[in-house]
């Protein structure tokens, strides 16, 4: 079953700060985010485990809540460079080594 | 670094001609996907394969078949394309355990069936 990510869209000001949230149903063994700009592959950004490893971006900081099956991506300071649709990809305890994709989030940062 | 490749950036073929989509990666990856993705609905997986000559039904198989004689290449095959198969089509390919190191993008073919 899909993740439900939110908000849809966010417009920020370049060095505002953005909240990315990613929610699923099903138990989930690891969350993964990507960032895809317009046109090009999605970009692997961070892993996170259950049990509360990461894995990923030195710049971008996220977070897994076990109990209720939510992460959440923090981007902070935004850059110019930030600007993109960002995915969550859920690995479901019981699912294998496959992700079930979010919608995305778009997010737009300008001067 | 990670790479994977697919065959073509852009495709245009006619209703009911049978389309191939051929993506190779270099990193020894079991895995290997086939997403499609279309605005507002995410990342669909169509068919995975964890293994040569091994393949999964995805979310959305309908009209679409898959085929990995080698470990390296995944195929994509649409036997008649329709005008709803018009998509943006990824590949991707990872490790046999995602935890280890997440998966991997192709550039992605921007399929129009007309």
């Known amino acids: 079953q899909q993740p439900v990510q939110s908000p849809q869209a966010v417009i920020l000001r370049e060095g505002e700060d953005a909240v990315i949230n990613c929610s699923s149903s099903k138990a989930l063994y690891s969350v993964h985010w990507y960032r895809q700009k317009h046109g090009e592959a999605p970009v692997f950004l961070m892993i996170l485990l259950k049990g509360g490893e990461q894995k990923g971006h030195e710049k971008i900081s996220a977070s897994f809540n076990e109990k209720k099956q939510q992460s959440s991506l923090y981007l902070t300071a935004s850059q110019l460079s930030y600007s993109g649709t960002y995915f969550c990809g859920t690995e479901e305890e019981t699912s294998g080594s496959r992700l079930t994709f979010g919608e995305g989030t778009q997010l737009t940062v300008n001067p | 670094d990670v790479k994977v490749t697919q065959s073509s950036r852009y495709l245009v073929k006619r209703t009911g001609e049978k389309v191939f989509l051929e993506c190779v990666q270099d990193?020894?990856?079991?895995?290997m996907f086939w997403y499609r993705q279309d605005p507002g609905l995410g990342l669909r997986l169509i068919y995975f394969?964890?293994?040569?000559?091994?393949?999964e039904k995805g979310d959305i198989p309908e009209g679409y078949s898959v085929s990995r004689e080698k470990k390296e290449r995944f195929s994509l095959i649409l036997e008649s394309a329709s005008t709803n198969q018009t998509s943006m089509y990824l590949c991707?390919?990872?490790?046999?355990?995602?935890?280890?190191?997440?998966?991997?993008f192709g550039p992605g073919t921007r399929l129009l069936v007309l």
């Open positions: 991707a390919s990872s490790l046999i355990r995602l935890a280890e190191e997440t998966q991997y």
């Open positions: 394969s964890y293994d040569v000559k091994m393949k």
């Open positions: 990193m020894d990856h079991e895995n």
